[in-house]
């Protein structure tokens, strides 16, 4: 009996992790722009759902987390992937000054391994930046710690060319693709505008 209960407390310790998530983001912008980050949205999910793709149409949820920040639609969508067994935890968290940084904690687990999150860029007409689908476990195991680099992205949703520019919705909508705007382009291409480090706890 004592031989299954340790057996059986190592498995369910394997199916389950907790990882502290670290974003740095690194985007200055000219004085007179407020440059600052919405809030962010972070979630477990399994590989039945995607929260960006690079060619695929924005969800109303991600476009209204692009365009102003809102992050209660793409909580309503979480909440149905949830009922499906495709959501795992969330958290959001208050925005920040860019330069900044966040920093969270989120617990995943063998059907919910993935992890993605969003932010708005802002000011913008529909900028923004995270990551999807991030894998936690390879080949049964935890990953201990790791970092993946940041990028600008573009929701496809409004057509405004600048950081205070009026909204023009886009119609019909292009899809979602990493942001050329000038601004973020160096003699050596795009670049990124951060790092998240991912890191299991004990």
């Given at each position: 009996m004592l031989f299954w209960l340790v057996s059986a407390s190592l498995v369910a310790a394997q199916d389950t992790a907790r990882y502290q998530v670290d974003v740095t983001f690194n985007w200055v912008a000219a004085p007179e722009i407020d440059a600052h980050w919405s809030r962010l949205i972070a979630f477990a999910h399994s590989s039945r759902y995607a929260l960006f793709e690079d060619g695929a149409t924005a969800s109303s949820g991600l476009a209204l987390v692009a365009t102003n920040g809102r992050v209660s639609v793409l909580e309503a969508e979480?909440?149905?992937?949830?009922?499906?067994g495709r959501v795992g935890q969330h958290v959001v968290l208050p925005g920040i000054a860019s330069p900044g940084e966040f920093a969270f904690a989120l617990d995943v687990d063998v059907t919910h391994s993935r992890m993605s999150f969003a932010t708005m860029l802002a000011p913008?007409?529909?900028?923004?930046?995270?990551?999807?689908?991030?894998?936690?476990?390879?080949?049964?195991?935890?990953?201990?710690?790791?970092?993946?680099?940041?990028?600008?992205?573009?929701?496809?949703?409004?057509?405004?060319?600048?950081?205070?520019?009026?909204?023009?919705?886009?119609?019909?909508?292009?899809?979602?693709?990493?942001?050329?705007?000038?601004?973020?382009?160096?003699?050596?291409?795009?670049?990124?505008?951060?790092?998240a480090t991912f890191k299991r706890l004990p």
């Open positions: 979480l909440a149905e992937g949830r009922r499906r913008s007409p529909d900028w923004f930046s995270g990551v999807s689908s991030v894998e936690l476990r390879i080949d049964d195991v935890w990953r201990d710690e790791f970092s993946v680099e940041l990028w600008p992205w573009d929701a496809g949703v409004d057509s405004g060319p600048d950081y205070s520019g009026p909204n023009i919705d886009t119609q019909p909508r292009q899809s979602v693709r990493l942001l050329v705007h000038p601004d973020f382009l160096t003699a050596q291409g795009l670049q990124p505008i951060g790092r």
